[in-house]
């Protein structure tokens, strides 16, 4: 059988480029910011993880270009070798302190992240706990380990304690969930999760990609959100979102990252982030460090729509977080809905199967601190009308 067989049979994708509904690939032709040019439409943004607005600061902007002029381009070279550079220690110093964890170790990007740290931790003989609705990047770090993965129901803490019951004592046990869910933007049931921990000898790591700039009164994540920042174990996060650049990181104490520094394939084997990128992510570090409003701003905001859309009998899951999905049930009506949505100025993600259960397609939006309330009113006026059109809700 010809390898390649599979490229020929019908996909989902081919069939929304047929009938003129394809919702990829989007091309932009400005920067990211509450309103972009996309496909020379002018279009209100809410589909972007630019939580905190960071991505249009000029300090931001400035420190890249200062860091490309003063380093160049890149570093030509893994962290390991010839690739580090006093800005990584810098933002990894730096960002250690701010996050109350001893030591941080960065890499070039968040799904690298989740690799790096979880293939070099979770050994042979070791087992990972993964909640369903974990981030891809976390399914695909435990397949590149050689432990044994199980998966509980999404936030099911009886089944949690279920598996965590039938684990021998003698195995290594790390349980991994995500902060704020991608999809769903449900938090996660850390005080419960941690309690679990303590009663069978097991580590926790939270995945705060989208907690970082997003909980807590200051920004630090899911943790700081619920009070339990000594309790978890390792962090790991992303600066493509609240911190307006590209890249990742894990935090834990020192001589965990000192183990994963020297053990993890990802790491050792990847080139390190450009001068730029870590420039950027270190400016928009302090100035989340300088003006922790801007969390209060994107929760505001964030409410605010979640509120009006209620009140325009649109169903919603209740969270606090920057994430509202709304869900169209189909995969097609999904590529139909952003079609009509971006022709109406309004940008929103599909998210179909199988990122979601087959006939839970939904549609993901997303908040920005900077976002003004006549923006939020327009975007809302549009999906409803786009979802009265296709019967939804």
Same mark, same amino acid.
């Given at each position: 059988?010809?390898?390649?067989?599979?490229? +020929?049979?019908?996909?989902?994708?081919?069939?929304?480029?047929?009938? %003129?509904?394809?919702?990829?690939?989007?091309?932009?032709?400005?920067?990211?910011?509450?309103?972009?040019?996309?496909?020379?439409?002018?279009?209100?943004?809410?589909?972007?993880?630019?939580?905190?607005?960071?991505?249009?600061?000029?300090?931001?902007?400035?420190?890249?270009?200062?860091?490309?002029? +003063?380093? %160049?381009?890149?570093?030509?070279?893994?962290?390991?070798?010839?690739?580090?550079?006093?800005?990584?220690?810098?933002?990894?110093?730096?960002?250690?302190?701010?996050?109350?964890?001893?030591?941080?170790?960065?890499?070039?990007?968040?799904?690298?992240?989740?690799? %790096?740290?979880?293939?070099? !931790?979770?050994?042979?003989?070791?087992?990972?706990?993964?909640?369903?609705?974990?981030?891809?990047?976390?399914?695909?770090?435990?397949?590149?380990?050689?432990?044994?993965?199980?998966?509980?129901?999404?936030?099911?803490?009886?089944?949690?304690?279920?598996?965590?019951?039938?684990?021998?004592?003698?195995?290594?046990?790390?349980?991994?969930?995500?902060?704020?869910?991608?999809?769903?933007?449900?938090?996660?049931?850390?005080?419960?999760?941690?309690?679990?921990?303590?009663? &069978? %000898?097991?580590?926790?790591?939270?995945?705060?990609?989208?907690?970082?700039?997003?909980?807590?009164?200051?920004?630090?994540?899911?943790?700081?959100?619920?009070?339990?920042?000594?309790?978890?174990?390792?962090?790991?996060?992303?600066?493509?979102?609240?911190?307006?650049?590209?890249?990742?990181?894990?935090?834990?104490?020192?001589?965990? !990252?000192? &183990?994963?520094?020297?053990?993890?394939?990802?790491?050792?084997?990847?080139?390190?982030?450009?001068?730029?990128?870590?420039?950027?992510?270190?400016?928009?570090? +302090?100035?989340?460090?300088?003006?922790?409003?801007?969390?209060?701003?994107?929760?505001?905001?964030?409410?605010?729509?979640?509120?009006?859309?209620?009140?325009?009998?649109?169903?919603?899951?209740?969270?606090?977080?920057?994430?509202?999905?709304?869900?169209?049930?189909?995969?097609?009506?999904?590529?139909?809905?952003?079609?009509?949505?971006?022709?109406?100025?309004?940008?929103?993600?599909?998210?179909?199967?199988?990122?979601?259960? +087959?006939?839970?397609?939904?549609?993901?939006?997303?908040?920005?601190?900077?976002?003004?309330?006549?923006?939020?009113?327009?975007?809302?006026?549009?999906?409803?009308?786009?979802?009265?059109?296709?019967?939804?809700?």
């Amino acid at each position: 059988m010809d390898i390649f067989e599979k490229t +020929k049979q019908d996909h989902l994708y081919k069939r929304a480029k047929k009938e %003129g509904i394809y919702p990829y690939f989007h091309t932009l032709s400005s920067g990211q910011d509450t309103e972009v040019v996309m496909e020379n439409r002018n279009t209100i943004m809410i589909g972007s993880n630019n939580y905190l607005g960071f991505t249009s600061e000029k300090r931001v902007i400035e420190a890249g270009i200062e860091a490309l002029k +003063k380093y %160049g381009s890149g570093n030509s070279g893994s962290r390991f070798l010839n690739g580090t550079l006093d800005l990584h220690i810098e933002l990894e110093e730096k960002l250690a302190k701010f996050l109350h964890k001893e030591k941080v170790m960065t890499f070039s990007t968040g799904f690298q992240s989740n690799l %790096g740290i979880i293939s070099a !931790i979770v050994g042979r003989h070791d087992v990972i706990l993964c909640d369903r609705e974990n981030h891809a990047s976390i399914y695909d770090a435990c397949r590149l380990s050689f432990g044994e993965m199980f998966r509980f129901k999404h936030s099911d803490m009886a089944d949690l304690e279920e598996k965590l019951k039938q684990i021998p004592s003698d195995k290594g046990i790390l349980i991994v969930t995500d902060g704020v869910f991608s999809m769903s933007g449900e938090i996660c049931k850390l005080p419960e999760i941690v309690n679990l921990a303590k009663k &069978y %000898g097991a580590r926790v790591m939270v995945d705060d990609a989208h907690g970082l700039g997003v909980l807590g009164a200051h920004g630090r994540g899911t943790a700081e959100h619920f009070g339990l920042e000594d309790e978890v174990d390792i962090y790991m996060g992303t600066f493509s979102k609240s911190l307006a650049s590209l890249g990742g990181y894990v935090a834990s104490t020192e001589e965990v !990252i000192d &183990y994963v520094m020297h053990t993890s394939r990802p790491y050792i084997f990847s080139a390190s982030m450009t001068p730029a990128s870590v420039a950027c992510a270190l400016e928009s570090l +302090k100035m989340l460090e300088e003006n922790p409003k801007r969390v209060q701003d994107l929760a505001e905001i964030s409410k605010y729509m979640r509120d009006g859309l209620k009140k325009l009998g649109v169903k919603l899951i209740d969270s606090i977080t920057p994430i509202i999905p709304i869900y169209v049930y189909d995969d097609e009506k999904a590529f139909v809905a952003c079609k009509m949505l971006l022709e109406r100025g309004v940008y929103v993600n599909p998210v179909v199967s199988p990122a979601t259960p +087959k006939g839970m397609a939904l549609l993901r939006t997303s908040y920005t601190a900077t976002h003004t309330k006549q923006q939020m009113d327009k975007a809302m006026k549009v999906i409803k009308e786009v979802l009265d059109i296709l019967g939804v809700n």
